[in-house]
């Protein structure tokens, strides 16, 4: 039985010259889960948006939309709110309470439920999740991971049959990632409940789907089960496969398509030599230093534990460096410093270099009634505008558009400060693979142009094809820097797809580039 059906569905925001959604159909079964993808602006969210009733978006539309059977029009509030979760990409805008237990009961005391029962419903939910040790926390003091977990246990705590989340796992760290994501599975596999995710990265979520499909241009593209995808999806669409998958296809493969780090380092293994062990070393050009942070130190209250201790960095002319680390490590906190946004209590930040900051939030750059408003018009600015293929949203409301737009503005927002350090809190979060290169090219170009870029990012795969020297930040320090190669190979965790299916096979390899170049080189067994 379909938990969710659409036929011929069209969507068109208010003044849109086209709609965003136009004659989409799908399907999904009950205890099904799908993933769906598509480039930025595509309608991703404002399809799940229409789907979850309470929160759909104001505009023309037309079409049919059965959930369970009942028709669209038939889908009261209580049924919206009580059946169909959704989890927002920005944990930010789902948390209404001040503490944990608050907020996962905040939802079944809006449904009515008796007292004793919400009791039980917490208090279960809370002991699924792991949650126990934080139950009696503030909300303002979790981390993002504990927070988008949360609000992952505040919407199943309503027991929901179809679950709804957009692209919930962008701000995460890879640890705080995996975590997520197997609660998703758990609650799929062992719940019921039927799963539409919205996602990106298909990495690690691509093993856990039963079908993929690509929003394209405002209807379905592509449809097909995971490991069927290397054949179905279009060539622009191969980016988005996993690294195993890209590699499999990239080389011609024989039999079946891996779809997992494992499956892809058994292929690699069985298909392929390895005589020649390692790939050549990248020789990085001596730079000036244009920024230097001297025995930093950093707390926000004078009772607080500090954020950054001690911390020693220093950045070159023309260098884009990335910065990894978990979630609350202290990444955004060292932009901030740089930016001046900051002032450390102990050590200092030397160089005159002109910066700019690209925030984790770029709702904080824009107040105007839409985004051309508060962008500076010059020829710069209109060549990035083109280059981020921009000129679609320009007139709409910032607030209107989605994550993806969202980041692209802020971008646009940057880039015209025509700054000498571009500072970028997550820049590619919410973005396509092929906006994401796009990106690249153009911190790229700039490179060469002598602007240097530190990007903070939990993205491995961008840090490793975009940045000259990658640092890892824990605790308040910097514990590791290098050269992507060098620093990757020497990671279990904070590293590339890539460089675990080359474990101890290949020497070097962080990028799917790289491993079909060594793997080419070596030949077929």
Sequence with gaps: MAQLEIRNLTFKYPGAGKPVLDNLSLSVRAGEFVVLTGRTGSGKTTLLKIIKKDIAPYGELSGEILYAGIPYREIDGRMSAGEIGYVFQNPENQIVSDHVWSELAFGLEN???PDDLIRRRVGETANF????????RKTAELSSGETQLLCLASVIAMRPRLL??????????PTARERFLSFLIKINQELGITVLLVEHQLEDVLAAADRVMVLESGTIAASAAPRAAAVAFSEDWVGTLPAAMRFFRATGGVGDCPISV????DYLRRHFRNDIFKLPPVDLAEKEEVIAAKDLWFR?????????????????KGEIVAVLGGNGSGKTTLLKIIAGVYQ????????KAKTALLPQNPEDLFLGPTVADDLKETEESRKWIRELSAEQFLSRNFYDLSGGEKQKAGLLRVLGTAADVLLLDEPTKGLDEKEKRDIAGILKSLRNKGVTSVVVTHDAEFAAEVSDRCALLFAGEIVAAGAPREFFSGNCFYTTASARIAQDYYQGVVTVGELVMLARENGAK
């Design 262 to 265: 494992k499956e892809g380092r």
């Design 164 to 173: 709804l989340l957009d692209e919930p796992m962008a701000r995460l760290d």
């Design 300 to 316: 926000y209250r004078r009772r607080d534990e500090d954020v950054i201790r001690g911390l020693r960095f220093s950045i070159k």
């Design 344 to 351: 450390p209590y102990r050590g200092k930040v030397a160089g």
């Design 129 to 136: 999740f792991g949650i126990n040790n934080w139950f009696f």
């Design 111 to 113: 449904l009515g439920l």
